[in-house]
């Protein structure tokens, strides 16, 4: 098991190397908002797990080991920040709070928020019980309820 550190490296080098095409010690730095010699450090410690290849002048790679840690990282990521969402978090708190959740959810709760995402995304109109939801966000009163329709 690596460490959730660990997986917040694996997982902002694979977003910087997506945005940039590379990465450097002050990307890292600058995404994960700790010190660049804190940096180095982890990045060494990461290379020597074979996560990383990490060079001082050249930059930083993940190795094939590290970009797949890093993607399920990634994907588990993404599936809570959506999950969040739809649910109506804030976009710039369900980044956050994705990045604190993706360490510690088992498999199979991920597997489930992944179907429920796919669910509502995938159907063809904007879902009628999402809209109540949203109007039950604002008033606390479900709209059915005001019209006396009782599920
Ligand atoms: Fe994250």
């Known amino acids: 098991m690596l460490s959730r550190k660990a997986e917040d490296y694996l ?17 890292i730095a600058s995404a994960l908002n700790i010190k660049p010699s804190s940096v ?5 410690r990461l290379n020597d797990m ?3 290849e990490y ?3 050249d930059g930083v790679t993940l190795t094939p080991k590290g970009r797949e840690i890093a993607s399920v990282v990634k994907d588990r990521h993404d599936t809570i920040k959506a999950f969040l969402e739809i ?3 804030p976009e ?3 980044d956050k709070d994705a ?7 088992e498999a199979k709760t991920i597997e489930q928020l992944k179907n429920f995402v796919r669910f509502v995304k995938s159907a063809p109109d904007y879902p009628q019980w999402l809209e109540h939801f949203e109007t039950f966000c604002k ?9 006396s329709i009782k599920y």
């Open 92 to 94: 710039k708190i369900a």
């Open 99 to 105: 990045c604190i959740i993706e360490h510690e959810l």
């Open 139 to 147: 008033t606390g009163v479900h709209p059915c309820e005001e019209r």
């Open 40 to 44: 180095v450090e982890m990045l060494k």
């Open 11 to 27: 997982e902002a080098i694979l977003n910087i190397v997506e945005k940039k095409g590379y990465t450097r010690v002050k990307d």
């Open 55 to 57: 060079r001082k002048y």
């Open 87 to 89: 649910i109506k978090v």
């Open 50 to 52: 074979g996560l990383v």
